[in-house]
């Protein structure tokens, strides 16, 4: 059975670092995801509905790259590891959005370290 999270406007998901097993699916609302770098908090990307995130850690079984934090008020239905992992054996059109997701944030990650490089 699949699980929602509500969160208030400022409120952390998860923390880089953290060890969570969940994938969240954003319903309503939006999710700043930053990153820390020499004390700086680095806003890397804002999601929407639709949107999903902390597929990444249950993916490469790791910790989790970056804070999420509600940038508005937001609704998310989690999905635990073994919930994610059947979700994308049995249904391709799910499995592909993923990787149609991290391909785009791949591109996105990109274009950012190379926009200072034509500075020079």
Known sequence: MIKREELAKGQVLFAEGDQCRNMYVISK??????????????????????????????LTDSTRTCTATAK??????????????????????????IIEGLAQRLESTTEKLLTPLEIL
């Open 72 to 97: 508005t008020d937001a609704s998310l239905l989690i999905y635990d590891e073994e919930e994610f992992r059947e979700l994308i054996s049995t249904n391709n059109g799910v499995a592909l959005r």
């Open 29 to 58: 609302g939006e999710i700043s995801l930053t990153k820390e770098k020499n004390g700086l908090s680095i806003e890397v990307a804002v999601l929407n509905e639709g949107e999903f995130l902390g597929e990444m850690a249950l």
